[in-house]
C-alpha cells in the first residue's frame, strides 16, 4: 500500500517562503511521476506541479511560476515544493499526489493521473 505524508506547511506572512515535502512509502519511487495539488474550501483541486520519475520533466500551473519550484531526491523517496514570494491567494491545502502509470511527456496537471494522496499539509499566508 502506497503512503504519502506531507510536512513544512504553516503561517507565513505575504512574501515570504515555505518548502513543502512528500515522503512516499513506495518501491519504484523513481519510477513514479509525482505533482502536486492544492485546494481552498469550495473550490476543486488544482494542478500546482509536476515531476517526472527522473526529474527530467517538471510542469508549473501559471499561477505560481516563477515563485515556486519542484523537485524530488529519489534516494530519499522524497518530493519538495519550493514556495518563494508567497501571496496570500496561495493559502489552500497542498496535497502530494503520485501516479502509478508511465508516462512519457510532460507530468499530467489532471487529478485523475494520479492514483495515491497525501493527507494534506495546510499552508497560510498572511497579508
Known amino acids: 500500500q502506497v503512503q504519502l505524508v506531507e510536512s513544512g506547511g504553516g503561517l507565513v506572512q505575504a512574501g515570504g517562503s515555505l518548502r513543502l515535502s512528500c515522503s512516499a512509502s513506495?518501491?519504484?519511487?523513481?519510477?513514479?511521476?509525482m505533482g502536486w495539488f492544492r485546494q481552498v474550501p469550495g473550490k476543486d483541486r488544482e494542478f500546482v506541479a509536476g515531476?517526472?520519475?527522473?526529474?527530467?520533466?517538471?510542469r508549473i500551473a501559471d499561477s505560481v511560476k516563477g515563485r515556486f519550484t519542484i523537485s524530488r531526491d529519489n534516494a530519499k523517496n522524497t518530493m519538495f515544493l519550493q514556495m518563494n514570494s508567497l501571496k496570500p491567494e496561495d493559502t489552500a491545502v497542498y496535497y502530494c499526489?503520485?501516479?502509478?502509470?508511465?508516462?512519457?511527456?510532460?507530468?499530467?496537471?489532471?487529478?485523475?493521473?494520479?492514483?495515491?494522496w497525501g493527507q494534506g499539509a495546510q499552508v497560510t499566508v498572511s497579508s
Open positions: 515531476i517526472r520519475g527522473s526529474a527530467d520533466s517538471t
Open positions: 513506495v518501491r519504484t519511487f523513481s519510477g513514479n511521476t
Open positions: 499526489a503520485l501516479a502509478t502509470r508511465s508516462w512519457l511527456g510532460s507530468p499530467p496537471s489532471s487529478r485523475e493521473f494520479y492514483d495515491f
